[in-house]
């Protein structure tokens, strides 16, 4: 090591004969920065390994100026050439100007030639290496968290961080897009790409501000390889936007206007945004992908919003059931006209969200019609089953009683010889509610662009089945033939399809193993309750959802679930919360609070997306991961639940 301290001492500005040994070995650890004002990180150079063209490299040899380097696949050699005040780095015929710090000013960077307009639709993978410099005990894991276009949830990846801070991770992207990355405290964006290899260092104590004034601040983060230009010019724009963006303004107004004052509101904060945008970009030359990415999602925040409002308003600070606001064609109409006919809207990172929306039957705006389908479609059923006389009149009775229902979101006038019905024929009903679904959906899909319209079948396919481990029926998949869709959506419908089939009974019914290891909280639960079948609800203080489906529990737990017990797991939160809100919600069973470190043991198992989300162990011990019901599915999560508890059982 000692040798390799004295030959990257000479890269340095003054002569090697100037330093002590003392500075000679503190000058080994640097970052070192692209002198053309892009502040790209070209190297950064730590005890026994370095970060370079966004790799891993172990340092095996320094001889003479040059630095020897080697991973797995290959070796490379960097020299260091001082030419007057200048440091050369070169490797590979290739010679890049470095300094040992970001400027200040970058007005004379030089423009950006990256291009994604060959990167839409395409999925390939990504490689994300780089260092955490912990502020305090190294973090376990790293995350990367990304919105799906065509899929009812994020995606969220997972890799271990070693002891030197080390990470490396590769996931699958279809589409340039923001993705949100978490270590430790550290939780932030970046945009990446199909193909992209990318490195990055993260210093976690620059994200040691709490609360929402983080989003103001500038946090230390170093980007290297592909996008690095974007991803700097991002960093120091996003805490920018963020002083402008009025989140808890916007959310008041959800609570507080109606639909059409709402849409007022926010169509004039889109402006705001805008003209923000317009205004730093006459004062501070950015690429066109950041500017493109900026404006796109202006729009499409907006409508995003606009769409969310429509059940966000509903939503009661206690819990319960949520009543739907009704709002105008032209609210709607209006929504939609902010989204362009374009594959390019793709990277706005509300895009997703938008679309999921959409495929909601409640933002659809006909959710009378749809309801009206569907009680026909249950009439006809019944009608063709060989009841006695008394069963028939009730039915007859029920669906007189249909025409003139008050009930809130136009749902169905139930009374108890119904609702054991619906139990008794589940199997049958259930299907007959998303075949209506599906033939209103066909019926709006003229009024959305190509492109969008495309997307939302894409998601409702998967809202409606693929994540619910549910097959698809053959007459959607039949109509896709029918249907105006991009070919490149409808060839990845396909795909999930095929997938799903050969996937689905690991994910949905038999699960998978669960580590081993007594720090790992699923391991103990299941070691705890042998046997049984664990209903696992992982959820958030602060999170909304969570806290409406608690009020569904009490009915849920009346119902006849043998060997049924639930778990409850608290994360991210804090501590005093989630000791009120236990005995608030009384939430009875086994409840954990997860702290920062077990919480990323238990991420690392789960890869959690989101809050809230539903687990399942079954009585072999396994994790379900996938399609697990909410309580607020009722019935749903009722025969589920009954269903795993039958399995496994020894028939002696």
């Avoid at 395409?122 to 799906?148: A, C, H, W």
């Avoid at 193909?195 to 210093?203: C, E, T």
């Amino acid at each position: 090591m000692i040798r390799t301290i004295k030959i990257l001492a000479i890269f340095l500005l003054l002569p090697l004969a100037s330093f002590s040994q003392e500075l000679i070995k503190s000058e080994l650890q640097r970052r070192w920065y692209a002198a053309d004002g892009s502040n790209e990180l070209i190297l950064a150079v730590q005890d026994d390994f370095a970060l370079f063209q966004g790799e891993i490299w172990e340092i095996t040899e320094v001889d003479s100026n040059a630095l020897q380097l080697s991973k797995a696949d290959g070796k490379t050699e960097i020299t260091f050439q001082q030419k007057g005040a200048n440091i050369l780095l070169e490797f590979d015929g290739l010679s890049n100007q470095v300094q040992l710090e970001k400027k200040v000013s970058t007005s004379n960077k030089p423009r950006s030639t990256a291009s994604i307009a060959g990167d839409f639709l395409r999925m390939d993978q990504v490689m994300l290496q780089g260092v955490i410099i912990p502020k305090g005990e190294m973090p376990k894991t790293f995350s990367v968290i990304y919105n799906d276009a065509f899929a009812d949830d994020q995606k969220k990846f997972v890799a271990d961080v070693d002891e030197k801070g080390r990470f490396k991770i590769i996931f699958p992207l279809e589409v340039p897009q923001s993705i949100m990355i978490r270590a430790g405290e550290a939780f932030t964006t970046m945009i990446s790409k199909p193909g992209a290899k990318q490195g990055l260092i993260i210093d976690e104590a620059s994200f040691s501000v709490n609360g929402y004034e983080s989003w103001y601040q500038v946090k230390q983060l170093d980007f290297m390889g592909d996008l690095a230009l974007e991803n700097e010019e991002h960093r120091l724009l996003n805490p920018e936007f963020m002083k402008i963006r009025a989140y808890f303004e916007n959310d008041s107004m959800v609570k507080s206007l109606d639909a059409d004052a709402y849409q007022a509101y926010r169509l004039k904060l889109m402006e705001r945004h805008q003209q923000f945008y317009s205004n730093y970009f006459d004062s501070v030359e950015v690429s066109p992908i950041i500017k493109d990415f900026s404006f796109r999602n202006t729009r499409i925040n907006a409508a995003d919003d606009m769409m969310r409002y429509i059940w966000l308003s509903g939503m009661k600070p206690g819990g319960g059931p949520i009543e739907l606001a009704k709002v105008s064609e032209e609210y709607r109409s209006k929504a939609l006209s902010l989204v362009n006919n374009e594959v390019e809207e793709m990277m706005a990172t509300e895009y997703p969200g938008f679309v999921r929306e959409i495929a909601m039957s409640s933002a659809q705006g006909n959710r009378k019609e749809l309801m009206d389908s569907y009680i026909d479609k249950v009439y006809e059923f019944l009608k063709s089953e060989n009841f006695p006389d008394s069963t028939m009149s009730k039915i007859e009775d029920w669906k007189a009683s249909q025409v003139d229902r008050n009930v809130p979101n136009d749902a169905m006038q139930m009374n108890p010889e119904i609702t054991a019905l619906f139990k008794q024929y589940s199997e049958v009903l259930m299907p007959l509610y998303q075949e209506a679904n599906w033939e209103i959906l066909k019926k709006k899909l003229g009024t959305y662009n190509p492109f969008l319209g495309s997307s939302v079948v894409a998601v409702f396919i998967d809202q409606n089945f693929l994540s619910s481990g549910l097959d698809v029926p053959e007459n959607i998949l039949a109509d896709l033939d029918h249907l105006d869709l991009n070919p490149a959506i409808k060839k990845g419908i396909l795909e999930d399809v095929a997938d799903f089939e050969i996937l689905k009974n690991k994910k949905f019914v038999t699960g998978v193993e669960i580590s081993e290891s007594t720090e790992n909280i699923l391991f103990q639960i299941k070691e705890k309750h042998k046997g049984k079948v664990v209903y696992v609800d992982v959820w958030a203080t602060w999170c909304g959802p969570c806290i409406s489906e608690f009020s569904y529990l009490k009915e849920l737990k009346s119902q006849d679930l043998e060997d049924v017990v639930f778990v409850y797991l608290c994360a991210q939160s804090s501590e005093e919360a989630f000791t009120t809100m236990v005995k608030k919600f009384e939430l009875t069973g086994d409840n954990y609070f997860l702290n920062a470190k077990q919480y990323q043991i238990f991420d690392k198992e789960v890869e959690i997306a989101g809050f809230p989300t539903y687990l399942l162990i079954t009585k072999e011990g396994k994790l379900v991961r996938e399609g697990i019901n909410r309580p607020s599915s009722g019935d749903a999560l009722v025969k589920q639940l009954k269903s795993f508890s039958k399995q496994g059982i020894d028939p002696e």
